[in-house]
């Protein structure tokens, strides 16, 4: 079941494919879980207590989003995409 929320999210798919598309796959952030990797993963530059729940992937709709708010550092995307490798099976 969806959470019916307003709540941030990182991207994961690339650039050309999100133009392309009207869903992109993405991983929710959260404040409320405790960092416990990787399927629970701390992204301090998401903000102070932001923890990306990596077990919870999915598409969203594009029209569901609000504004950008940040880049991710090259640290975090790093952690993030070898997180996502464990989730998923691909490491």
Sequence with gaps: MEIQKCRPVVILTVNALNLARGTVVVVPLSTAAKPRPPIALSLPSAGPDSV???DQL???DKKRFGK???DLSA???TALTDAMK???GLA
């Design 52 to 54: 990306a729940v990596c």
């Design 58 to 60: 999915c598409a969203a």
């Design 68 to 70: 950008k708010i940040c």
């Design 75 to 77: 640290h975090d995307l």
């Design 86 to 88: 464990i989730v998923l």
